[in-house]
């Protein structure tokens, strides 16, 4: 199965499935009181499943006869010795909770079924599933197994996650993740890029092909998923595997080098992290500072709103760990796609219009001012930066910087040290403030682009929509000729510019971007660096300029997205050229 590659590498694994219609279950042992207790529960389970299915029957009579003996057909099974004797069996034996043994009892009928080559009897396969989940949800009541239970490695395939989802996922067991919806830019691919994981997000019709327990391979460099692979298919893709994780090491070799054009042009090569516990791992990355703090993510972890102090320890440990590198922390970014629960986030219509970023904070001024101290609090630790999200006009970094120049009040009254010249930075990612982009720099000392939400408001494309994933082309003329105006406009203002969003950590865009105009830095998920860092030591500035220059001649963006595509292949084929196989790539000489 195709989807959009947002996550590289290849995960091969069993899969576990997430599924709004069926329960994921988790095997739990149990001891020999338990397991009698357990068979108990699993007969109370059948009975009252039973007495649904008559009362079920009992309507579907009332509209058609020919309904209800469909019914039977549940009735007769549920009556079959083979279903709930095996499963108390399976029970007894192995020791292991209903749902764990049902399902495997289920596993074995569905096996047998697929041997069988009567059509009519086929169709009893799905009568069985159906039966079964019905039995499940009595067992389980209606509460379904969380992701925090997974015990051992797992590909995780369903729908969609929620940004809660992923965090509360245990990271050493998932190995890769694939989802039904999803575009480019949705969490789930920046949260699996920033573990190094494998995902693939966009795979139309996904849970319907997919069991818990079937064994996958997600192949994150191609967006593709392969479902019970065949030995060979296993043998390409160990191979393909081991083979990424070594092109990934020796890319590691230029962790020390500054990321320096060939004609002595530096930039900045910053990471966007979610937690301060990846900050640990930033080093092996080769990373300058964090250029993106997304802080959101800290609320969704925690029992109740973080106050000062929370935020406060939190921000200290990420400005400790890096010393007196830059730390770009974003204030409360909620919304749209990144709603979370309680008192926070509200019921919208069109939630990527709603209150989110900025304007979620400005309507609740304490949120603001917490986040405000806690960084600030936290600036005394190291070269901290402050950064606005959503900005749609100067009217509300002014406000924020109201509540800014009030929490540096509160602290001085309190007599709490902080940086008196922290600065503060607005993201550039509405087409408002991309055009009034000279007005906004006024106001700040830096900006930074979400070329991710920008994108999205240029071309009205919902950027995590599969739909339209299509339509989502960072190549666009008018992403690149708003990206050059605020990167000259920045330039003009003498303030500082980066690019955070995603785009910022393609390596196939990199060449494009520096040809742009003035960029400062490019803060990215920390396992690019490397990648675009080898771009960018490559290539001359002028060359990077020659190259923007004639991709702004051209209208259309399937032109620009091809020409690009073709000219980094041809320029650096180990990193691109998807028409030669993985191990070619590695080894050029082969090929001669
Ligand atoms: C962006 O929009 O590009 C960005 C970096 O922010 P987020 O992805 O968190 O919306
Ligand atoms: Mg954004």
């Given at each position: 199965m195709k989807g959009i590659a947002v996550s590289k590498g290849v995960a091969i694994g069993k899969a576990y499935l997430l599924d709004s219609t069926k329960f994921c279950i988790i095997k739990h042992q149990l001891d020999e009181v338990e397991a009698e207790k357990e068979v108990e529960r699993f007969r109370e389970a059948i009975e009252k499943t039973k007495l649904q299915m008559t009362e079920i029957k009992k309507r579907a009579e009332k509209i058609a006869d020919k309904y209800a003996v469909i019914l039977d057909t549940y009735s007769l099974l549920l009556d079959d010795d083979i279903l709930v004797n095996d499963t108390i069996e399976n029970i007894k034996k192995h020791k292991t909770n209903a749902e764990w043994a049902l399902t495997q009892t289920l596993n074995t009928f569905l096996k047998l079924f697929d041997n069988i080559n009567d059509d009519y009897l086929?169709?009893?396969k799905d009568d069985l599933d159906l039966l079964v989940q019905t039995i499940l949800k009595n067992l389980i009541g209606h509460s379904q197994e969380s992701l925090s239970d997974i015990q051992e490695p797992v590909i995780i395939v369903t729908h969609s996650l929620s940004p809660s989802d992923t965090i509360m996922m245990p990271k050493n067991f998932v190995k890769g993740m694939v989802t039904e919806a999803g575009g480019k830019t949705s969490h789930v691919g920046i949260f699996a890029a920033a573990l190094g994981m494998p995902a693939i997000t966009g795979v139309k019709g996904l849970t319907s092909k997919i069991n818990s327990g079937d064994q996958i391979i997600v192949d994150g460099i191609d967006g593709e998923v392969i479902i019970n692979p065949t030995s060979e298919n296993l043998q390409h893709y160990a191979k393909k595997q081991e083979n990424y994780r070594k092109y990934e090491e020796r890319l590691l070799t230029n962790i020390h080098q500054p990321a320096e054009t060939l004609d002595g042009h530096q930039i900045k090569l910053l990471a966007?992290?979610?937690?301060?516990?990846?900050?640990?791992?930033?080093?092996k990355f080769g990373v300058e500072g964090v250029g993106l703090y997304r802080t959101e993510f800290l609320y969704l972890t925690a029992s109740s709103l973080p106050g000062e102090r929370d935020l406060y320890e939190n921000f200290k440990s990420v400005v400790q760990e890096m010393g007196s590198r830059p730390v770009v922390i974003r204030t409360l970014d909620i919304g749209m796609d990144k709603q979370f629960g309680d008192g926070l986030s509200i019921d919208e219509d069109n939630p990527a219009l709603g209150l989110r970023g900025i304007r979620l904070s400005l309507a609740n001024p304490q949120l603001l001012t917490d986040q405000a101290k806690g960084i600030l609090r936290a600036s005394l630790y190291g070269?901290?930066?402050?950064l606005y999200p959503m900005i749609s006009s100067v009217t509300e970094i002014i406000q924020a910087n109201i509540i800014l120049e009030e929490a540096k009040n509160e602290l001085r009254k309190d007599q709490i040290p902080f940086n008196e010249d922290i600065e503060v930075g607005a993201m550039i990612e509405t087409p408002a403030a991309a055009i009034c982009i000279d007005h906004i720099l006024k106001e700040v000392d830096f900006v930074s682009i979400g070329t991710n939400d920008l994108i999205q408001y240029l071309l009205a494309v919902d950027r995590i929509n599969e739909n339209v994933a299509h339509l989502y082309q960072p190549f666009h003329p008018s992403v690149l000729r708003t990206l050059k105006n605020i990167m000259q406009s920045a330039e003009n203002a003498g303030k500082k510019v980066s690019i955070c969003g995603e785009l910022g950590g393609d390596p196939m865009a990199t060449m494009l971007l520096l040809g742009l105009g003035k960029l400062d830095d490019l803060s990215m998920e920390p396992h690019s660096v490397?990648?675009?860092?080898?771009?960018?030591?490559?290539?001359?500035?002028?060359e990077a300029r020659q190259l923007a220059d004639e991709v702004l001649e051209m209208s259309s963006p399937d032109e620009i997205t091809s020409f690009i595509t073709s000219e980094m292949r041809v320029r650096f084929p180990e990193d691109f050229d998807r028409d030669l196989s993985f191990e070619e790539k590695l080894n050029p000489a082969k090929r001669e």
């Open positions: 086929k169709g009893k966007n992290i979610e937690s301060n516990q990846e900050v640990s791992s930033l080093h070269n901290v930066k402050i490397p990648k675009v860092k080898k771009i960018i030591r490559t290539i001359r500035l002028e």
